[in-house]
């Protein structure tokens, strides 16, 4: 986005500075052309020449006498226009008379005005005009001089994308209702036999990164038609009306090329609803632009084979225009991937990697619940840099789980030292987590807990990974994921008698669960089964807003309150049953700095054997 902002502004400089020194040379040339060549000469040497036979003719105009000089004359040169001003004088026609010399009215100054405006407007628009194309191919851009407000789609047609289906894993129904445009696009004539109507356009809406661009590429590369695309952005030009005109030249240059499909990502950014309840004040613009996109679409035949596909992650704020019959009627969700979607993308992905025999992709697709395409792609590429980092010639499995660490938590933060003290704090407050994890029945398993500092923030972490898919969460789930969140703060209760700031991601993230249970899930006994809450922007943040009165906010906050509490306290009982345990692996976990969930549980099982007498008591 911002690289094709860039290239706006580079395009408007370049202009500038062509007019600029259109303007400068211009003017070099008029003053080299016309005031070099002309000598003001006073009245009375006018008077002078006259009497001495230098002159012979003079154009009399409103301020000045030009004077032109006989070719025999010894001290002018008729090369060069003497003039002298005009002052009043009754007897200058008869002194002209009586030396014989001819003198004429000059025509009218319009003449001049006229070749004025030429000189000082025309011609340095001209020479911009000439500058800024010879400009613009040095700079390696397209366009020319209209290309301000000509569409820019020309530079991102693609004759053929080269993407198909097959690069695309783990949205099948998406897919599944693309083929038949595919199938349109390839002969449209068999529909139009039929009489059958097909949609004109098709909007991908889902959460960034799960392959809507992709897909309307795929689409296009099925269908081996050319791909135009745009961002919405692209449209809101900050001159008014240009945004419409490249909506206009984008479906002319289509309908040249058709079969063809046009593309336009982020449609939010000019198809915003014209509600002023969602646009504070109006946006002209936006607003043409949005009415041309739209006649545009209400215009072209489809039998012609235009397909114009939009992609969105904020289809709530889409102009209900945009989605009557006729324009984008189709709607067609692509959703963020399940386990089974993650491990096709991430197989996807891996297709030309080098991978050892320790990879086992399902392994990471359980471990990156609620990762999009993008992320997955991300990490197989993390991985196998890292491999090369390291120096081997393969992908392993480790690689990957890192990978996937550093596209969750950020790389390690190897120069953040912490004192011994914060250590100690962080590793108990970790080991906080993972106990209580690993002793309530409905929390996920640990997989590994860390006191390497990362790049995101964290100090430390535990990495829970569930053993199966979840769609669904129940009661009980949610309950404990509370309890397990408030974990690292019960254990620096419980060991220090002091508490850290350490905990305020945790206990963010448990009210917001024990606030979603209360107002979304019907999970309290206060307000039973009643939405208290709406949830906006589902596809990008999904924050839910409350939808009740005032009293009720109140009421909702003392509830969650309520269940926070009760999660801590249950938090510190579990712990102050297994403080050995907590002691025990504290300590390990300051010493190694990581421990997988292996380890962890075998420290656990080991303190917590009761054919082992052992007490553990340090410090
Ligand atoms: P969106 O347009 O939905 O934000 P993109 O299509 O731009 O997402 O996805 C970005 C990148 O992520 C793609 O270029 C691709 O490498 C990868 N990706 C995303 N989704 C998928 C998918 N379903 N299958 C394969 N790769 C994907
Ligand atoms: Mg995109
Ligand atoms: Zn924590």
Known sequence: MDQKKNEKYKGLLKVAIAVLIAIVIVNLARTALTEKSREEVSYDTFYKMVADGDVEKVVVGP???????????????????????????????????????????????????????????????????LLFSILSRRMGGGGGIMGVGKSTAKMYMQKTTGVTFADVAGCDEAKESLVEIVDF????????????????????????????????KAVAGEADVPFFSLTGSDFVEMFVGVGASRVRDLFKQANNVAPCIIFIDEIDAIGKTRDSRFSAGGNDEREQTLNQLLSEMDGFDPARGIMVLGATNRPEILDPALLRPGRFDRRIV??????????????????DVKLDSSVDFDEIGLATSGAVGADLANMVNEAAINAVKNGRKAVSQKDLFEAVEVVLVGKEKKDRILSQEERKIVSYHEVGHALIAAIQKNAEPVQKITIV?????ALG??????????????????????????????????????????????????????????????????????????????????????????????????????????????????????????????AYLIEKETISGKEFMEILNEVNDPRKEETHEEA
């Open 63 to 129: 301020n000045e006498i030009e004077i032109y000089v006989n070719s025999g004359s010894k001290d002018y040169t008729p090369l060069i226009r003497y003039y002298t001003r005009v002052m009043e004088d009754q007897d200058r026609t008869a002194y002209l008379l009586r030396y014989n010399v001819k003198s004429y009215q000059a025509a009218t100054d319009n003449s001049g005005f006229i070749w004025d405006i030429l000189l000082t407007v025309v011609l340095p628009f001209g020479f911009a005009i």
């Open 185 to 216: 696009l390839h002969n449209p004539g068999k529909y139009r036999e039929i009489g059958a109507k097909l949609p004109k356009g098709a909007l991908l809406v889902g959460p960034p990164g799960t392959g809507k661009t992709l897909l309307a």
């Open 334 to 351: 692509v959703e963020k991937p399940d386990l089974k979607g993650r491990v096709e993308i991430l197989k996807v992905h891996a297709k």
């Open 453 to 457: 500092p990362r790049t995101m923030g």
């Open 461 to 586: 972490y535990v990495m829970q990974v569930p053993e199966e898919e979840k769609y669904l969460n129940s009661k009980e789930e949610l309950e404990a994921m509370i309890v397990t969140a408030l974990g690292g703060r019960a254990a620096e209760e419980l060991v220090f008698h002091s508490v850290t700031t350490g905990a305020a991601n945790d206990i963010e993230k448990a009210t917001a669960v024990a606030r979603d249970m209360v107002t979304r899930f019907g999970m309290s006994e206060e307000f039973g089964l009643m939405a208290l809450a709406r949830q906006q922007d589902m596809y990008l943040t999904g924050r839910a807003v409350l939808d009740c009165g005032e009293s009720t906010a109140a009421e909702i906050d003392k509830v969650v309150a309520k269940m926070l509490d009760k999660a801590y306290a249950q938090a510190k009982e579990i712990l102050s049953g297994n403080l050995a345990a907590l002691d025990k692996i504290s």
